[in-house]
Nanobody
Framework: QVQLVESGGGLVQPGGSLRLSCAASGSISSFSAMAWYRQALTKQRELVATISSVGMTNYADSVKGRFTISRDNAKNTMYLQMNSLKPEDAAVYTC????????????WGQGTQVTVSS
């Protein structure tokens, strides 16, 4: 079965940066798209950023200009570079991958905690 493992979370001061990683058990080329979601303690899960199999990226308005999603096929890893972090960015960040086949199958990682506090 596909496994996704996030890493890179931690505590950072406002204005700081973190780079999250999502390592897949197999080739990330096997996925039609990958994404980062986040869920704060008192909020619904929200879509942060997506990257398609052809490299098209999309971002939530709240993170545009600050976050960058990318992937490294050789390392079977997706990344989320987070700059200029704000307290409202604090959440559990979860990796998501969508398979090519039908019916649509979504794979999820376990999540990594990002805390932004002074």
């Amino acid at each position: 079965q596909v496994q996704l493992v996030e890493s890179g979370g931690g505590l950072v001061q406002p204005g700081g940066s973190l780079r999250l990683s999502c390592a897949a058990s197999g080739s990330i080329s096997s996925f039609s798209a990958m994404a980062w979601y986040r869920q704060a303690l008192t909020k619904q899960r929200e879509l942060v950023a997506t990257i398609s199999s052809v490299g098209m990226t999309n971002y939530a308005d709240s993170v545009k200009g600050r976050f960058t999603i990318s992937r490294d096929n050789a390392k079977n890893t997706m990344y989320l570079q987070m700059n200029s972090l704000k307290p409202e960015d604090a959440a559990v960040y979860t990796c998501n991958a969508v398979g090519w086949g039908l019916p649509v199958v979504n794979y999820w990682g376990q999540g990594t905690q990002v805390t932004v506090s002074s």
